[in-house]
């Protein structure tokens, strides 16, 4: 038997950041971070251990000359604004292709809230009531609309203009077939015309997914390592069963001990299992899972 880890998997730049920003800050005193830094219960408690306490927006009101760090993921202006009502020191680890996603649409927002006699919709593909999505529609004043698919694109008005932007971790597939039954519509309609789209799909992510999936392909079995919290693991999971229906998904060692093909994996000769996981899933986690396998 062997065992790899794949190593195109495990956190992407933005969670990496955050999680080293996270590290060194610990260092300096007690430290809040609102929402889960990352989707991921075993790198979460290993902070919470040094010290971060994970709070949500009713603890953020209550606090008082407090560090609290932003995640990845982004926030709405409305945090910034509470944090300096309450004297809150912020330690933004914002992803900066978040960051730069949050300035676009907030330069559109503001060069087109006016316009007349039409004024703009601002449109959003990605999940809603995802954490970087309500960072996104923030920079819109919450007037965005957010869609997840080509199937709700019956909610905008094609006689008004519409400028679409996308989540970051969403499928570049699933945007630019967005993009073409958008148009599609606008043209049976003779609308006004002005529609204008930007791929703002972090590539380190959506390029993930191919080469995942040819990982997958040459192995016997596959471990998939996520949280089940973390949405971006879902749909990568989901990929790899595709190239490979021999997948397990687990959140930690302790899972394998029940799901691992014994039988298979001492009669088969050379038989290869592959680990691989999320962005959000640490790199020690994965390591952790490999020497369970072995042991």
Not at 51 to 59: F, V
Not at 61 to 83: D, F, K, M, N
Not at 91 to 116: F, M
Request: glycine content about 6%; charged content about 25%; aromatic content about 6%.
């Amino acid at each position: 038997m062997t065992c790899s880890i794949d190593t195109n998997s495990g956190f992407c730049f933005g969670v990496t950041s955050a999680i080293e920003k996270a590290d060194q800050e610990l260092k300096k005193g007690p430290l809040y971070c609102l929402g889960d830094i990352v989707h991921n219960g075993q790198e979460c408690a290993r902070l919470e251990q040094q010290g971060l306490r994970t709070i949500d927006y009713d603890d953020l009101r209550t606090l008082h000359r407090a560090r609290v760090l932003l995640r990845a993921h982004g926030e709405p202006p409305s945090t910034y604004w509470i944090a300096e009502q309450r004297g809150l020191e912020i330690v933004d680890a914002t992803c900066p292709v978040v960051k730069k996603l949050q300035d676009r649409i907030r330069a559109c927002y503001e060069q087109h809230k006016a316009d007349e006699p039409l004024p703009p919709q601002i449109v959003i593909y990605g999940k809603p009531g995802h954490a970087e999505v309500i960072g996104l529609e923030g920079q819109t004043n919450n007037t965005a609309i957010v869609i997840e698919s080509a199937d709700e694109i019956e909610r905008l008005d094609f006689t008004r203009p519409i400028y679409l932007f996308s989540q970051t971790t969403k499928s570049v597939d699933g945007f630019n077939g967005l993009v073409e039954a958008i148009k599609a519509k606008g043209e049976r309609l003779e609308a006004n015309g002005i529609f204008e789209y930007h791929d703002t799909i972090c590539r380190n992510v959506a390029n993930r997914v191919a080469r995942l999936q040819d990982f997958a392909r040459e192995q016997d079995l596959v471990i998939f390592v996520g949280g089940k919290k973390s949405s971006n693991a879902r749909v990568l999971y989901k990929k790899c069963t595709e190239a490979n229906p021999n997948t397990l998904f687990v959140s930690s060692p302790d899972e394998l001990k029940d799901k691992l093909p014994i039988s298979d994996m001492s009669s088969s000769p050379n038989y290869k299992i592959g680990i691989c996981g999320a962005t959000s899933t640490p790199l020690w986690l994965m390591e952790a899972c490999k020497e369970a396998i072995e042991k």
